[in-house]
């Protein structure tokens, strides 16, 4: 009888050791859940990794997407002053059939102007009224040399020269 109840007394404590064994594997403690942090890898398999590492991933890959956003704002500033470039000479030849308003506006003043070497000529703004405004511009130093308020609907403009 006695071996009985010794032999119920070790099956009762290995269960118990079993079941603290599993609860402790199954549910991590609150100081280790603290400590480190799960990260997916292939398939479903999670590697426990130290917080202070995944900071530092974090922060590496926010350093790596800030110069690859700095990396690519550069060729887009390049095409924009390229686009820039070839929309002024685009306006600047169309004296044969202008298209659009501001074509025609820096037509007028261009055939009221006259020489077009070493002036550049552009629609500085349209006024409430619809007229748009052009100034002449000397190409090197970009100082406004004329300025033209234009009704390109009358074909009829006002020319202030700057001294």
Do not use: C
């Not at 269960?15 to 997916?40: C, D, M, Q, R, Y």
Request: aromatic share 6%.
């Amino acid at each position: 009888m006695k071996k009985n109840i010794g032999m119920i007394i070790l099956a009762i404590v290995i269960i118990i050791i079993a079941a603290i064994l599993i609860v402790w594997f199954a549910f991590p403690s609150p100081h280790k859940t603290n400590e480190t942090i799960g990260t997916a890898v292939a398939g479903n398999e999670l590697e426990e990794e130290p917080i202070e590492n995944v900071i530092e991933n974090i922060q590496e890959n926010v350093q790596e997407n800030t110069q690859a956003n700095e990396t690519i704002q550069i060729p887009v500033e390049e095409n924009t002053q390229t686009q820039n470039e070839v929309e002024n000479t685009s306006s600047e030849t169309f004296e044969e059939s202008p298209e659009t308003e501001e074509e025609r506006a820096i037509a007028i003043a261009r055939g009221d102007y006259g020489s077009t070497e070493n002036v550049k000529f552009g629609v500085e703004g349209i006024q409430a009224d619809g007229r748009y405004i052009v100034s002449v511009r000397d190409s090197n130093t970009t100082e406004a040399l004329v300025y033209y308020t234009i009704d390109v609907a009358a074909g009829t403009f006002e020319k202030r020269e700057m001294n």
